[in-house]
């Protein structure tokens, strides 16, 4: 869970990284609990307050209620800090967890590609099962809008899976 390095980007049908860091309220978020109640959407960022950036902050929100009920939850990750998070949150009404990686232990584990000569963090959405498994990954600097579209296409799809099995598995 440490600072260990990630030697390549993950891919679709590897197990995600667990770490810890704090979300713009200051608490601790440790992925091993949240890992298994729901499928997760971690959406890596660059910035704080940039124009697409924020973009992309705002259509997770305008979109969140649709991923609760598919069950999901919707956590950003940028390496800015937990003081910037708490304005871009607040200023933005965002309803979900945005967590401070300044050190890249996160961006370092799953392999997040910078740009502008590595000085960013690319801007990647990795939707992780309830096992742990990277389902599905959308890497796109600039279009954000893929970002959301795609990510709410597999949460859906995987909450029918679900259904299915559920209703094929009588306890």
Request: proline share 4%.
């Amino acid at each position: 869970m440490g600072n260990a390095i990630q030697s390549r980007e993950l891919q679709v049908g590897d197990q995600s990284p667990v770490f810890r860091l704090k979300d713009q309220d200051g608490k601790w978020v440790d992925l091993r609990h949240l890992i298994g109640r729901k499928v997760l959407v971690i959406f890596f960022y660059p910035k704080d307050n940039t124009r697409v950036c924020t973009k992309e902050a705002c259509q997770f929100r305008d979109e969140y209620e649709d991923f609760i009920d598919a069950g999901a939850e919707v956590v950003g990750i940028s390496t800015d800090s937990v003081k910037s998070h708490e304005q871009f949150a607040g200023r933005n009404n965002l309803p979900y967890r945005i967590l401070s990686d300044p050190k890249k232990i996160a961006v370092n584990q799953f392999g997040v590609p910078g740009f502008l000569f590595g000085w960013f963090t690319g801007r990647v959405t990795y939707i992780i099962d309830r096992n742990g498994i990277i389902r599905h990954i959308t890497n796109s600097i600039r279009d954000a809008d893929r970002h959301v579209h795609e990510a709410l296409k597999v949460v859906k799809t995987l909450q029918q899976e679900n259904s299915g099995k559920a209703k094929g598995n009588p306890a």
